[in-house]
């Protein structure tokens, strides 16, 4: 049912900027968890940001001060904005969203297909 769609990938010299969204199909604001995941290649999948419906985003320490979430309701899209961007965030990033269903505890998550992003220096 939830289809989401990154966007925003591609290539850009360290310490440039870039910005990835994730649309949706479904309200923005109806997902209990929003965030993003990155996968280098060679390299375990690892998280980059989560953003609970209650609380604050939290981050992945290797991005830390350099990357920040937003959502832009109007296009039901999670953005990531990235900065200072290094070689070493080279990777495959991919945007996820959980619901919990009304009627139980089951959560559910749904996957976007991904957007590469290649930092050269």
């Known amino acids: 049912q939830v289809q989401l769609v990154e966007s925003g990938g591609g290539w850009v010299q360290a310490g440039g900027l870039l910005k990835l969204s994730c649309r949706s199909n479904?309200?923005?604001?109806?997902?209990?968890?929003l965030g993003w995941y990155r996968q280098a290649q060679g390299k375990q999948r690892e998280l980059v940001a989560v953003?609970?419906?209650?609380?604050?985003?939290t981050y992945g320490e290797y991005v830390k001060g350099r990357f920040m979430m937003s959502k832009d309701y109007a296009q039901n899209s999670l953005n990531l904005h990235m900065m200072r961007l290094s070689p070493e965030d080279t990777a495959f990033y991919y945007c996820?969203?959980?619901?919990?269903?009304?009627?139980?505890?089951?959560?559910?998550?749904?996957w976007g297909q991904g957007t590469q992003v290649t930092v050269s220096s």
């Open positions: 996820f969203v959980t619901i919990k269903r009304r009627q139980t505890a089951a959560e559910e998550t749904y």
């Open positions: 479904e309200n923005i604001g109806s997902f209990d968890t």
């Open positions: 953003w609970p419906r209650i609380g604050n985003s």
